[in-house]
């Protein structure tokens, strides 16, 4: 059998997002504070993938695990799921999520994976907004505009940070410490 390459993760896309999700579904609530320490609501994708980040922060926060159940059961006491509709999509998806999550194990690669994405979105997006100014702004605004913003730095620079430990912590002997503990 031969690895496609192109789609490592078949005909569907790699969503770290939702993997964390799913791995931070199948922590502690010990665990799962260590993985969310110094993360932000808007580290995850809008839509439903932020909204669960910022339920799973709440209810860690609160000191409980971010179990399935307890995400909607939040979500339903927040007054987020007005409709059958909107109860039954949130809590599929919460469930697919949890069915198909990464061990609790995982979870540093994916909170990387997560920050990485995030800044890949927050760059772009300032691109985006460089490329309009150039087109319309002002010759003394651009300079200003060239500068990116508190939260592409923050952001950047906790992804720098996570990188770092995955850095530090590559090598074999860092392996053949693990193995003898």
Not at 70 to 88: F, K, M, S
Not at 91 to 97: C, H, L, S
Not at 155 to 180: C, K, M, N, S
Request: charged share 25%; hydrophobic share 45%; glycine share 8%.
């Amino acid at each position: 059998m031969v690895t496609n390459l192109e789609k490592p993760y078949g005909e569907t896309e790699f969503d770290p997002v939702r993997a964390f999700l799913g791995c931070l579904m199948a922590c502690s609530a010990e665990r799962a504070r260590e993985l969310l320490a110094g993360m932000r609501p808007s580290d995850a994708d809008p839509g439903v993938r932020g909204v669960v980040f910022d339920l799973a922060v709440r209810v860690t926060g609160a000191g409980v695990a971010p179990g399935p159940q307890v995400l909607v059961a939040e979500a339903r006491r927040r007054g987020l799921l007005a409709t059958e509709d909107q109860a039954h999509g949130l809590a599929m998806w919460v469930f697919e999520t949890y069915q198909g999550a990464p061990w609790p194990e995982a979870g540093w690669v994916l909170r990387t994976h997560v920050l990485e994405t995030a800044y890949r979105r927050a760059v772009a997006e300032h691109a985006q907004r460089l490329a309009q100014a150039a087109e319309t702004a002002a010759t003394e605004q651009l300079p200003a505009l060239l500068e990116p913003s508190d939260e592409l730095v923050d952001l950047g620079q906790r992804l720098a940070t996570d990188l770092a430990r995955w850095q530090r912590d590559i090598g074999p002997d860092v392996i053949e410490h693990r193995r003898a503990a």
